[in-house]
């Protein structure tokens, strides 16, 4: 290891692909800060090890992927509030010996609607998908002062099933949120985020019945350089504007940069070089 500048990672596998190294090595020269920030292959049966092999040589802070947000979860000795509502950590660090972890993709969305101009507050939310990403998203929505927030999913029992956990763990915000199928959607919604793998296999998720409302905002986590299947959908039924995943990419980035370095990093330009690297 360079000596004492400081080590950060990415670990999940397959990770080959993340472009978090590039986005904090923006953000790091951005502030000129030195670090060192890398992809790591954890074993999918060995992530507990990999992690403390980490740690105990020295590393400073890791972001966690597919598969490992919910054994990273279980690992930590201390879980932000956010990481406790969400089920699952993506970002990791040593204090006094002890494994901290919180979640940052929830305020990536979060901020990332702002930036297009849709704060959540007093909106019709409707999520689709009930996996990771959707969990992680819930809490800041609902806390964003959302008026409705329903979660519709492929297995109607995953979204049935995600939608009582959040009503036992925030009995405040039960009467706002709703759960159901992909065909239960019906409504007129300001936003719609599609928190599904959908988009991988270039589909959007169906979701008869459901309406945008003037100015609504389609939101799809997924990011591509073309606008993916969903986008397309959603401009097509009179969505205002559509937008894909990358924005809440670096604005998850931010986050888990600002609570490692103390600062929080402009996401614009980044956003604007890692586009360009996209379309290229
Ligand atoms: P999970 O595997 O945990 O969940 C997948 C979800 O997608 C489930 O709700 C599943 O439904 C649903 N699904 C899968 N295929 C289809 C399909 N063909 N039609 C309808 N529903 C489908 O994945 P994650 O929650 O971790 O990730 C979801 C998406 O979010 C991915 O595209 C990922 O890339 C993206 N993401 C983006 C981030 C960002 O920063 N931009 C951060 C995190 C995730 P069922 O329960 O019925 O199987």
Same mark, same amino acid.
């Given at each position: 290891m360079t000596?004492?500048?400081?080590h950060?990672?990415?670990?999940?596998?397959?990770?080959?692909h993340?472009?978090?190294?590039a986005?904090?090595?923006e953000?790091?020269?951005q502030?000129?800060?030195a670090?060192?920030y890398e992809?790591l292959?954890?074993p999918?049966?060995?992530f507990?090890e990999?992690?403390r092999?980490?740690f105990?040589n020295?590393?400073?802070g890791?972001n966690?992927?597919l598969p490992?947000?919910?054994?990273a979860f279980?690992?930590a000795?201390?879980l932000s509030?956010?990481?406790?509502?969400?089920?699952?950590v #993506?970002?990791?660090?040593?204090?006094?010996?002890n494994?901290h972890?919180? #979640?940052?993709?929830?305020?990536g969305?979060?901020?990332d609607?702002q930036?297009?101009g849709?704060?959540?507050?007093d909106?019709?939310?409707?999520l689709v998908?009930?996996?990771?990403?959707?969990?992680g998203?819930?809490?800041?929505?609902?806390e964003a002062?959302?008026?409705a927030?329903r979660?519709? #999913?492929?297995s109607?029992?995953r979204?049935?099933?995600l939608c009582?956990q959040?009503?036992?763990?925030?009995?405040?915000?039960?009467a706002?949120i709703?759960?159901?199928?992909?065909d239960?959607?019906?409504?007129?919604?300001?936003?719609?985020?599609?928190?599904t793998?959908s988009?991988?296999?270039?589909q959007a998720?169906?979701?008869p019945g459901?309406?945008?409302?003037p100015?609504?905002?389609a939101?799809?986590?997924?990011y591509?350089?073309?606008?993916?299947a969903?986008?397309q959908?959603?401009?097509a039924?009179?969505a205002?504007?559509?937008?894909?995943g990358l924005g809440m990419l670096v604005?998850?980035?931010?986050a888990?940069f600002?609570?490692?370095h103390g600062?929080r990093p402009?996401t614009a330009?980044?956003?604007?070089?890692?586009?360009r690297?996209l379309?290229?």
């Amino acid at each position: 290891m360079t000596q004492g500048i400081p080590h950060f990672a990415v670990v999940g596998n397959p990770v080959g692909h993340s472009r978090s190294p590039a986005i904090h090595q923006e953000f790091g020269r951005q502030l000129g800060l030195a670090l060192r920030y890398e992809t790591l292959l954890a074993p999918v049966d060995g992530f507990a090890e990999t992690i403390r092999g980490f740690f105990d040589n020295g590393g400073a802070g890791l972001n966690v992927t597919l598969p490992f947000k919910e054994e990273a979860f279980a690992l930590a000795d201390h879980l932000s509030e956010r990481a406790r509502l969400a089920g699952a950590v #993506n970002t990791l660090w040593m204090r006094d010996g002890n494994l901290h972890g919180c #979640n940052t993709d929830g305020v990536g969305l979060l901020d990332d609607i702002q930036r297009l101009g849709a704060p959540p507050r007093d909106k019709r939310i409707l999520l689709v998908g009930a996996g990771g990403a959707a969990k992680g998203v819930i809490y800041p929505l609902l806390e964003a002062g959302c008026s409705a927030l329903r979660i519709v #999913n492929r297995s109607a029992e995953r979204a049935h099933q995600l939608c009582e956990q959040v009503r036992a763990l925030l009995p405040q915000h039960a009467a706002r949120i709703s759960a159901g199928s992909l065909d239960e959607a019906q409504g007129q919604w300001d936003i719609v985020v599609n928190a599904t793998s959908s988009s991988l296999s270039r589909q959007a998720p169906p979701l008869p019945g459901a309406g945008y409302s003037p100015g609504s905002l389609a939101y799809d986590m997924f990011y591509a350089a073309q606008p993916t299947a969903f986008m397309q959908q959603a401009l097509a039924q009179g969505a205002g504007q559509a937008a894909d995943g990358l924005g809440m990419l670096v604005a998850q980035a931010a986050a888990s940069f600002a609570i490692w370095h103390g600062r929080r990093p402009d996401t614009a330009p980044v956003l604007q070089i890692l586009r360009r690297q996209l379309d290229a």
